[in-house]
């Protein structure tokens, strides 16, 4: 019987992922931390700022906050020159588009920094390791199986009052209290309060004092140009002598401003005094929403005075990411997959790959077919026998990815095995 070869084709080079280039590529340059970043995040200046994935929202909220003032400047303030002395007309004008920039700069200042993500792992916690005074939660029937794991939930003391504390199989770590993983970045954030769309950016501990001041300083300039669009009207009702309805027809971009920055100071003068309301009881927006503390004792409220100190005057922390810095080691250390619970595939698996430059594969040792394999296997036992926890429910995908040279190599691997197997049957024909 004639024996048919079997070869495989390579990957197409635009199938591959750039994290895929630079794992197979380790004779290049060492890449930088924001080049190999695993978030959602857009970084620009060179890793110098750190957006969210939705970084066009802010441009729409640059157009409805600049906008408005152009109007003003343009339709309202020309009027107002000539109903008060010239400067006090210049310095009204002067503080709508000083004030306009400030708010800008407090966008920015929110949006373009580092929330406070928290780096990840590159591999799991060792049980052994966690030895932080901490302790495992009563919920977790513990290691019955024999197996070591981790445990999804610990518990930890925080000003005498016990909080439990999730693991992030994503970022393969404790999230420290307070802590919670954005869906939408990817990350996860210390002193998470929530994902803004307005500003395309996750609000942690980092950021959370300019979003408040970004909000409220929105708000005083909706007032202020609400309240100068009704002066010019009440004075163009008094020299004309004429009702509320004509005077808006002599100028209509004053009552299209009235009523924009009517309901926009309603949308953000009440954002401003819901986040009065969590600055003044120490809580973030995610714990409002879930954990409800009325009923029960905050254990971060210090009081009304030392909470606002605490948000207003104390240090902001430097960030715990350097994404300018060069990747240290194996760069393939940074693309390992994530595992749920105590388990990482190796990143020894990736070293010896396709040469994407030519498309010719290199020579592959036979042991990593082994260990793709063994992995593989190993996962496959851990979900048939129970031992892999609950899926959070963001988390709608499998909990680890292999890359598309590495599933290949494997596929590649079953085909010779079948194909050796069938000429030792025919063999014993």
């Known amino acids: 019987m004639q024996s048919k070869m079997y070869t495989t084709k390579p990957l197409p080079q635009q199938q591959l992922s750039d994290s895929n280039r630079r794992i197979i590529d380790p004779n290049g340059p060492s890449p930088l931390v924001y080049q190999v970043w695993k978030g959602n995040n857009r970084f620009c200046l060179g890793g110098r700022l750190v957006f969210g994935p939705d970084l066009r929202s802010i441009f729409l909220t640059v157009f409805l906050i600049v906008m408005p003032v152009i109007l003003f400047c343009s339709f309202v303030s020309p009027k107002l020159v000539n109903e008060f002395p010239h400067s006090v007309a210049n310095l009204i004008i002067a503080i709508c588009v000083l004030f306009t920039g400030y708010v800008i700069i407090l966008l920015f200042l929110t949006s373009g920094r580092d929330p406070g993500i928290i780096p990840r792992n590159s591999h799991p916690p060792e049980p052994e390791d966690?030895?932080?005074?901490?302790?495992?939660?009563?919920?977790?029937?513990?290691?019955?199986?024999?197996?070591?794991?981790?445990?999804?939930?610990?518990?930890?003391?925080?000003?005498?009052?016990?909080?439990?504390?999730?693991?992030?199989?994503?970022?393969?770590?404790?999230?420290?209290?307070r802590c919670s993983h954005c869906s939408i970045c990817n990350n996860c954030v210390e002193r998470f309060d929530h994902h803004c769309p307005w500003v395309g950016q996750c609000i942690g501990k980092r950021n959370y004092r300019f979003f408040f001041m970004f909000v409220s300083s929105?708000?005083?300039l909706c007032l202020y140009v609400f309240a100068f669009c009704w002066v010019n009207i009440r004075k163009i009702m008094d020299a004309h002598d004429c009702n509320l309805w004509r005077a808006f027809l002599k100028c209509p971009v004053s009552g299209i401003l009235i009523l924009y920055t009517f309901v926009a100071a309603w949308f953000?003068?009440?954002?401003?005094?819901?986040?009065?309301?969590?600055?003044?009881?120490?809580?973030?927006?995610y714990e409002n929403f879930r954990y409800r503390y009325d009923g029960k004792m905050n254990p971060y409220n210090r009081g009304c005075a030392l909470n606002i100190v605490d948000i207003?005057?104390?240090k902001i922390p430097s960030s715990r990411n350097n994404f300018r810095a060069k990747v240290?080691?194996?760069?393939?250390?940074?693309?390992?997959?994530?595992?749920?619970l105590g388990h990482a595939m190796s990143p020894e698996i990736?070293?010896?790959?396709?040469?994407i430059e030519t498309g010719k594969r290199q020579a592959v040792a036979a042991e990593d077919f082994e260990d793709i394999q063994s992995q593989m296997e190993s996962v496959g036992g851990l979900e048939r026998c129970g031992a892999q926890p609950r899926r959070t429910n963001w988390d709608h995908k499998?909990?680890?990815?292999?890359s598309p040279d590495i599933r290949m190599l494997a596929g590649e691997f079953e085909m010779e095995?079948?194909?050796?197997?069938?000429?030792?049957?025919?063999?014993?024909?």
Not at 328 to 340: Q, Y
Not at 350 to 355: A, E, I, N, T
Not at 398 to 402: D, K, P, S, Y
Not at 417 to 429: A, P, S
């Open 130 to 177: 966690e030895g932080d005074g901490s302790s495992i939660s009563a919920d977790w029937p513990g290691n019955q199986n024999g197996a070591p794991s981790l445990p999804p939930i610990k518990e930890v003391v925080v000003n005498g009052i016990v909080v439990k504390v999730k693991y992030c199989q994503t970022c393969m770590l404790y999230r420290p209290p």
């Open 218 to 220: 929105t708000t005083m």
């Open 268 to 285: 953000v003068g009440g954002l401003t005094a819901f986040h009065l309301y969590l600055i003044f009881t120490n809580q973030t927006t």
């Open 312 to 314: 207003f005057f104390s």
């Open 328 to 340: 240290k080691g194996d760069s393939s250390s940074v693309f390992t997959t994530s595992m749920p």
């Open 350 to 355: 990736p070293k010896r790959s396709f040469d």
């Open 398 to 402: 499998l909990n680890w990815e292999m």
């Open 417 to 429: 095995r079948g194909f050796t197997e069938r000429q030792k049957i025919n063999g014993g024909l």
